[in-house]
């Protein structure tokens, strides 16, 4: 570009005309050299990139689509707003399809295709796990809105949630079982397959014991899976008070429809794995009755709730969930990192994510600990007439 701006003009042109052109060209050059040399989502550019990836396609779709829907619907929140350091905000998203090994691709496209400033995602702790080392090593900040597995933020210090974690999580589902259900023997169903899946299954159970509860047994089987049969038939021969199924809502729903099919008939709860309109979908009248925990009820009577729920509706014509809600908060967090650092520069952004303090969010007041978690309530909700209806809100400590 720079090679057209210089050579082309001064052959055709008339001697006096020299300085002119020379002037010109001179300024073109500096126009070239800005958009050309400096990548445009950092200091220089006159956007702000932003990169999220989700699952927008495949096994855990809604949980992507949702997210997605609630980070694009702050952005455009943002940009009405005239932006952020006078820049609008720039959302380049990608599909990991639901599925491992892609996500590591994925970042690293992102961050040297694209430019981007900080990534947000993703809502799987499996494939967070999998981009974060790729932006730690390039001091780019990733925000997972709502993986919950510890392991995701302990990759080091450029990687950040806005969620609760899994011992938390764990914990208050040890509760609920054993205040709320009463129940003093627990099955587990665990997905070996996922991070997520193996980390809640071992806080949980932990929990229990340490709440003077029994664990009746445990069995497991592997994301993708679709015939449970032999594994519910050893959980019902163990006479289980309840079952714990901390997976994913694909395999929950099926998990529900044959337990019942094969008579057990106790009660069944998850974690926030099972948040999914598919849920009901899946498991049709099996899951009538369940319960799962997890970060955001639109039932919710905040007025910052009902406004939002209001915006979200209006823009896409469906209520919002858990992973709308935390997706909205990753983008407005990473946002006012980025007011307050007054740059988009990865390590003074980090620095600013990292002294985040009391951010007024839809899922709650938002503060990241050293460990770059945030500490946050649950809610418990309970499936009815194919809905999720709120039935507590419990301190995560
Ligand atoms: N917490 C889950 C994980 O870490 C993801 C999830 C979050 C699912 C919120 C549904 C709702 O894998």
Redesign the pocket.
């Known amino acids: 570009m720079q090679k057209k701006c210089w050579t082309k003009t001064g052959r055709t042109v008339h001697r006096w005309l020299w300085p002119f052109v020379g002037l010109l060209c001179a300024l073109l050059a500096a126009g070239c050299k800005k958009s050309g040399d400096t990548p445009a989502g950092g200091e220089g550019g006159d956007l702000i990139k932003i990169g999220e990836f989700a699952s927008l396609t495949g096994k855990e779709a809604t949980?992507g689509q949702m997210s997605h829907h609630g980070t694009e619907l702050a952005i455009d929140e943002l940009n009405a707003r005239g932006g952020v350091l006078g820049k609008k905000l720039q959302l380049f998203t990608e599909d990991d399809q639901s599925k491992q090994g892609e996500s590591k691709t994925i970042a690293r496209k992102l961050i040297s295709r694209d430019n981007v400033v900080a990534l947000l995602g993703e809502?799987?702790?499996?494939r967070?796990l999998e981009a974060a080392p790729v932006c730690q090593e390039a001091k780019i900040p990733q925000i997972s809105p709502?993986?919950?597995?510890p392991k995701v933020t302990e990759i080091g210090d450029y990687i950040f949630r806005i969620?609760f974690t899994?011992p938390q999580q764990g914990k208050v589902l040890a509760r609920f079982a054993q205040g709320t259900l009463k129940a003093k023997r627990v099955a587990v169903l665990t997905d070996a397959g996922?991070p997520?899946s193996v980390g809640l299954a071992t806080y949980f159970k932990d929990a229990v014991t340490a709440g003077g509860g029994t664990i009746a047994m445990e069995e497991k089987y592997t994301s993708g899976d679709k015939d449970f049969k032999a594994q519910l038939t050893a959980i019902k021969a163990a006479n289980p008070d309840a079952l714990f199924v901390p997976g994913?809502y694909t395999e929950a729903g099926l998990i529900a429809r044959q337990a019942r099919e094969l008579g057990l008939m106790v009660p069944i709860f998850g974690?926030?794995?099972?948040?999914?309109s598919e849920l009901a979908a899946i498991g049709g009248d099996a899951v009538e009755g369940t319960y799962f925990s997890?970060?955001f009820s639109p039932e919710e009577k905040r007025p910052d709730v009902e406004k939002f729920v209001q915006d979200f509706q209006a823009k896409y014509g469906i209520t919002p969930?858990?992973?709308a809600a935390?997706g909205y908060d990753s983008a407005m967090i990473l946002a006012d990192a980025i007011k307050r650092a007054g740059s988009a520069e990865g390590p003074k952004v980090r620095d600013a994510l990292a002294a985040t303090k009391h951010f007024a969010g839809i899922t709650g007041d938002i503060t990241i600990d050293d460990h770059r978690d945030a500490s946050k309530p649950l809610v418990i909700l309970q499936v009815k007439g194919g809905k999720f209806h709120l039935v507590e809100n419990i301190s995560a400590d």
């Open positions: 949980f809502v799987a702790s499996g967070s709502s993986s919950t597995n969620c899994d996922t997520y994913y974690g926030d794995g099972w948040e999914s997890t970060h969930d858990a992973m935390l």
